[in-house]
């Protein structure tokens, strides 16, 4: 009986602790996440500024709910770093007693919570959030924060119910069989998770589209960024350029302002523009101000460790598809069970698992540079203290869409050999050879032509120019001698 009571007491505790751990850290997130928020909402937006209270609380709740949103999204770039972290620390430290509360129950529960957070986000607080924003209330209703919740949910509702329908029905083609239509009412065990593996898919198939794109991207972006040397970018010049643009908007301006009356258009554009213009001048004496150390190796070990990183995770997946093929490598199901502490998973040991994380690390933000570079949503990229809070939730529901297919996509193109855990690893399509291998071929694939693109555009648009230069001086000569006229001299 004792010994029963011993084991049950062992449980809670272990139970407690890991709620608190879990609960300190998406505390943290939390904080993090609201911070980051506020730094780039606009400043017309924020709750004070509202002369009515209703909006004022619309507009607190929207706020919380796109931050619960964003931490989930940092917790699930966090998962597999984590995982892989705790695995190497109880292989160095198997009996430390510090270290008992790093367990795998407790990596479990981690997957576990952000699996269900993710899913409670995307499906129903970023949902209820936009339309609640949106909302006024029903019509002939009493006007209230109450009215707009009601108007919200049946919204919500709604959206809920085509869902639902648009799954069972594409679940129902898919899988076409009795126990398909038998789980109609099978909500929480088939199509949820089933509906979670479309949405999964989605992101897999986003990050196929952005990450490459940014790869080739992060270059350019870097080197903005970081100082380049003087021979490659002359900032005195720019400087120059930057002081005599503010000396001419300032004249502009106090012209303007002797006149009389009107132009305050122009004169809001003429002060923002020289706004921005004394923000690039700062940042530019700031430039100058670099070392000579910085400014001279500063920019070329960015640019090596970028192409080192780059050419690493071609060659890395390559690798993967070519071990595919042999059979050397197991599909990206995840594990019912996994007790870490065992074996490292990697062959290069710990230098090999800070290598992994440096490369999800990189893919994550590679994916969300080449997103705001498509063309299409370049118009959704957020602005510091100038997004509004449409602009904002439709971030968080990118972010977390990519951010959620992160460890997928990691565990797919093997990057890592860490199971799935979780409701991660019941994802359907996971166990279809030739989407994992097809997937592999297509992701080298287009990282390749993207760097070959952005390195060779230069070079391309420059024979191209030469060789339209020629065809036309081609073109003109035969049609000169077609009619008989002397050449034209500029020609020869």
């Not at 984590?82 to 198997?94: G, H, K, M, R, T």
């Not at 509004?388 to 990691?410: D, H, Q, R």
């Not at 065809?471 to 002397?486: I, L, Q």
Request: hydrophobic share 50%.
């Amino acid at each position: 009986m004792d010994e029963e009571t011993n084991i049950r007491e062992q449980l809670f505790h272990d139970a407690v602790r890991e709620y608190i751990i879990s609960l300190l850290l998406f505390i943290i997130l939390y904080v993090c996440s609201y911070a980051t928020i506020c730094a780039f909402r606009r400043k017309g937006d924020r709750e004070e500024v509202y002369s009515d209270d209703e909006d004022a609380t619309v507009y607190r709740i929207s706020l919380w709910l796109c931050t619960f949103t964003l931490a989930t999204s940092v917790a699930a770039v966090l998962l597999l770093p984590i995982s892989i972290v705790s695995n190497e620390v109880l292989i160095s430290y198997p009996k430390s007693y510090y270290m008992q509360w790093l367990n795998s129950s407790l990596i479990h529960s981690l997957w576990n919570n952000v699996f269900l957070f993710s899913n409670l986000a995307v499906f129903i607080l970023m949902p209820f959030a936009y339309f609640f924003t949106e909302s006024e209330g029903f019509t002939g209703s009493k006007k209230g924060i109450m009215a707009r919740v009601y108007e919200t949910a049946v919204v919500l509702l709604l959206l809920g119910i085509v869902t639902f329908g648009i799954t069972w029905v594409a679940s129902a083609i898919i899988d076409n069989d009795k126990s398909s239509r038998q789980t109609l009412f099978d909500i929480w065990d088939f199509y949820l998770p089933f509906l979670y593996s479309c949405i999964s898919l989605l992101g897999v198939v986003m990050l196929l589209i952005c990450t490459p794109v940014g790869f080739a991207r992060l270059f350019t972006v870097m080197g903005q960024l970081v100082v380049k040397p003087k021979f490659l970018r002359d900032i005195d010049e720019e400087i120059y350029t930057a002081k005599f643009e503010e000396d001419s908007i300032t004249r502009k301006l106090n012209h303007v302002g002797t006149m009389a009356n009107g132009h305050s258009n122009g004169l809001s554009n003429l002060r923002l523009r020289l706004k921005e213009v004394q923000g690039e001048r700062a940042e530019l004496e700031k430039r100058r101000q670099a070392s000579s150390l910085r400014r001279n190796l500063g920019y070329p070990l960015v640019m090596l460790l970028l192409l080192a990183l780059t050419a690493l995770s071609v060659v890395w997946v390559a690798h993967h598809s070519f071990m595919l093929l042999i059979g050397k490598r197991k599909l990206p199901v995840g594990a019912k069970e996994m007790v870490l502490g065992i074996a490292s998973l990697s062959v290069l040991g710990s230098v090999g698992a800070a290598l992994e994380i440096t490369m999800i690390i990189y893919f994550m933000l590679a994916s969300v540079v080449g997103f705001y570079s498509l063309p299409f949503f370049k118009r959704l990229r957020p602005k510091l203290s100038d997004t509004t809070m449409t602009k904002i939730i439709g971030n968080c529901i990118v972010i977390l869409v990519l951010s959620s297919a992160l460890p997928v996509l990691s565990r797919t193109l093997g990057i890592t050999n860490f199971d799935l855990l979780g409701d991660f690893g019941r994802i359907e399509w996971l166990g279809s050879f030739y989407i994992i291998l097809f997937y592999n071929l297509a992701f080298a694939a287009a990282t390749g032509l993207c760097l070959v693109n952005k390195f060779t555009a230069t070079v391309r648009q420059e024979i191209v120019a030469k060789l339209s230069i020629a065809f036309n001086r081609e073109k003109r000569s035969w049609s000169n001698a077609s009619n008989g006229s002397p050449p034209n001299s500029k020609d020869e």
